[in-house]
């Protein structure tokens, strides 16, 4: 089993930047296929980015070249690095397998892009 805490949302201006950290608990993160996941106010949450467990990236159009998913095997953690964010961009981001299990989503963490 798998345990997800999502950390290191919060207000930021337009342009600006934040690191996404999710720490997994438990002895299977290193085969799963991860991502990293929002939800917009009003929205359905979207897939922004997943990586495999090897490292393979792939990401949503609307951010990519602005954010970086990796993960650190040993470490049981996954990160995003979001770089140039914009007012769209704010959203509860979740971190889950992929696809997403429905035992896993935690409370997210929110990130607020705003001047």
């Known amino acids: 089993q798998v345990q997800l805490v999502e950390s290191g949302g919060g207000l930021v201006h337009p342009g600006g930047s934040l690191r996404l950290t999710c720490a997994a608990a438990g002895n299977l993160f290193t085969i799963y296929r991860m991502a990293w996941y929002r939800q917009a106010p009003g929205k359905q949450r979207e897939l922004v980015a997943d990586?495999?467990?090897?490292?393979?990236?792939t990401y949503a159009d609307s951010v990519k070249g602005r954010f970086t998913i990796s993960r650190d095997n040993a470490k049981k953690t996954m990160y995003l690095q979001m770089n140039s964010l914009k007012p769209e961009d704010t959203a509860v981001y979740y971190c889950?397998?992929?696809?997403?299990?429905?035992?896993?989503w935690g409370k997210g963490t929110l990130v607020t892009v705003s001047s």
């Open positions: 889950n397998t992929a696809p997403g299990s429905a035992f896993l």
């Open positions: 990586i495999t467990t090897t490292g393979t990236t």
